[in-house]
Protein backbone atom coordinates (compact mmCIF):
# COMPACT_ATOMS: atom_id res chain seq x y z
CA UNK A 1 0.00 0.00 0.00
CA UNK A 2 1.27 3.22 -0.85
CA UNK A 3 0.43 6.75 0.53
CA UNK A 4 1.96 9.76 -1.29
CA UNK A 5 4.32 7.44 -3.06
CA UNK A 6 5.71 6.17 0.25
CA UNK A 7 5.12 2.85 0.87
CA UNK A 8 3.06 2.07 3.83
CA UNK A 9 2.37 -1.54 4.05
CA UNK A 10 3.01 -4.66 1.86
CA UNK A 11 1.56 -8.52 1.13
CA UNK A 12 -1.51 -10.32 0.03
CA UNK A 13 -5.05 -8.85 0.89
CA UNK A 14 -5.22 -11.12 3.53
CA UNK A 15 -1.94 -10.26 5.79
CA UNK A 16 -2.97 -6.17 5.23
CA UNK A 17 -6.07 -6.90 7.26
CA UNK A 18 -5.01 -9.10 9.53
CA UNK A 19 -2.46 -5.98 10.32
CA UNK A 20 -5.51 -3.86 11.71
CA UNK A 21 -8.06 -4.51 14.55
CA UNK A 22 -11.77 -5.60 13.76
CA UNK A 23 -11.57 -8.85 12.49
CA UNK A 24 -13.74 -11.03 14.59
CA UNK A 25 -14.95 -14.89 14.14
CA UNK A 26 -18.55 -15.31 14.25
CA UNK A 27 -20.02 -18.09 16.10
CA UNK A 28 -23.87 -19.53 15.67
CA UNK A 29 -25.01 -21.79 18.40
CA UNK A 30 -28.04 -24.60 18.22
CA UNK A 31 -29.47 -23.25 21.28
CA UNK A 32 -29.47 -20.33 24.01
CA UNK A 33 -27.66 -23.17 26.82
CA UNK A 34 -24.98 -23.80 23.88
CA UNK A 35 -24.89 -19.44 23.43
CA UNK A 36 -24.64 -19.15 27.25
CA UNK A 37 -21.34 -21.65 27.68
CA UNK A 38 -19.69 -20.45 24.50
CA UNK A 39 -20.21 -16.49 26.22
CA UNK A 40 -18.37 -17.46 29.36
CA UNK A 41 -15.24 -18.64 27.72
CA UNK A 42 -14.70 -15.55 25.84
CA UNK A 43 -13.88 -11.88 26.74
CA UNK A 44 -14.67 -9.19 24.83
CA UNK A 45 -17.44 -10.84 23.02
CA UNK A 46 -20.24 -9.15 20.94
CA UNK A 47 -23.77 -11.26 21.71
CA UNK A 48 -27.14 -11.55 19.51
CA UNK A 49 -29.35 -13.93 21.50
CA UNK A 50 -31.81 -13.63 18.82
CA UNK A 51 -29.71 -14.87 16.38
CA UNK A 52 -27.68 -17.45 18.58
CA UNK A 53 -24.62 -15.96 17.62
CA UNK A 54 -21.29 -14.60 19.17
CA UNK A 55 -18.49 -12.46 18.03
CA UNK A 56 -15.14 -13.27 19.07
CA UNK A 57 -12.36 -11.16 18.11
CA UNK A 58 -10.09 -12.46 16.24
CA UNK A 59 -6.99 -12.00 13.61
CA UNK A 60 -9.31 -14.61 11.26
CA UNK A 61 -5.81 -16.24 11.01
CA UNK A 62 -5.88 -20.29 11.05
CA UNK A 63 -4.16 -20.97 14.59
CA UNK A 64 -6.65 -18.41 15.88
CA UNK A 65 -9.54 -20.33 14.54
CA UNK A 66 -7.65 -23.42 15.88
CA UNK A 67 -7.67 -22.23 19.15
CA UNK A 68 -10.89 -20.72 19.75
CA UNK A 69 -12.31 -23.92 18.41
CA UNK A 70 -9.83 -26.26 20.99
CA UNK A 71 -11.39 -24.13 23.50
CA UNK A 72 -14.87 -24.72 22.45
CA UNK A 73 -14.08 -28.37 22.78
CA UNK A 74 -12.59 -28.73 25.97
CA UNK A 75 -15.61 -27.89 27.47
CA UNK A 76 -18.20 -29.10 25.20
CA UNK A 77 -19.54 -26.13 23.62
CA UNK A 78 -21.00 -27.60 20.19
CA UNK A 79 -21.08 -24.43 17.28
CA UNK A 80 -23.48 -25.08 14.63
CA UNK A 81 -21.37 -22.70 12.63
CA UNK A 82 -18.71 -19.98 12.33
CA UNK A 83 -17.46 -17.58 10.24
CA UNK A 84 -14.35 -15.82 9.93
CA UNK A 85 -14.61 -11.50 9.03
CA UNK A 86 -11.77 -9.35 8.48
CA UNK A 87 -11.51 -5.52 7.62
CA UNK A 88 -11.32 -4.88 4.34
CA UNK A 89 -9.01 -3.31 2.40
CA UNK A 90 -10.20 0.41 2.35
CA UNK A 91 -10.36 0.07 6.28
CA UNK A 92 -6.79 -1.12 5.61
CA UNK A 93 -5.59 2.04 3.85
CA UNK A 94 -7.60 4.12 6.60
CA UNK A 95 -6.06 2.54 9.69
CA UNK A 96 -2.25 2.61 8.12
CA UNK A 97 -2.28 6.06 6.93
CA UNK A 98 -3.59 7.43 10.06
CA UNK A 99 -0.97 5.41 11.62
CA UNK A 100 1.71 7.14 9.40
CA UNK A 101 0.37 10.63 9.57
CA UNK A 102 0.31 10.53 13.57
CA UNK A 103 -3.90 11.10 12.91
Known amino acids: MLE ?39 DDVVRDDDALTLQVPSDGGVQS ?18 SVHLPDLDDVFLALTERSTGR
Open 65 to 82: ARKLLDRLDSVAVQVGEL
Open 4 to 42: HGRLVAEGTADELKRLVPGGHVQLRFADIAALNAGARLF
